[in-house]
């Protein structure tokens, strides 16, 4: 079952090491099959309170997928360039 990666995300600390981030995490995505569905622009809130940043999706084959591209040693390695300069909050959701 498909599954996402939904990611809400502020940056609080430096922008370009945010930047080398957004450089390298996509080719860390692809050996799990994962792909942008969105990854940034327009955000409008249309029910509700949200303060939103920059939203990401990100599709996977399935959970599993998502578990373990998010623990590899390849993700880890720049996670902490996110992790230090962003206050973010991130979701795997299953699919239908």
Do not use: H
């Amino acid at each position: 079952m498909t599954a996402y990666l939904i990611a809400n995300v502020q940056l609080t600390g430096d922008a370009e090491e945010l930047a080398e981030y957004r450089s390298r995490v996509a080719a860390t995505l692809e050996p799990y099959g994962g792909r942008y569905l969105a990854r940034g622009g327009a955000v409008e809130v249309v029910e509700g309170d949200c303060q939103p940043g920059q939203i990401v999706l990100v599709e996977f084959p399935d959970a599993v997928a998502a578990k373990s591209w998010n623990e590899s040693p390849e993700y880890q390695a720049i996670a902490p360039l996110r992790i230090r300069n962003t206050d973010s909050t991130r979701l795997i959701v299953d699919g239908t």
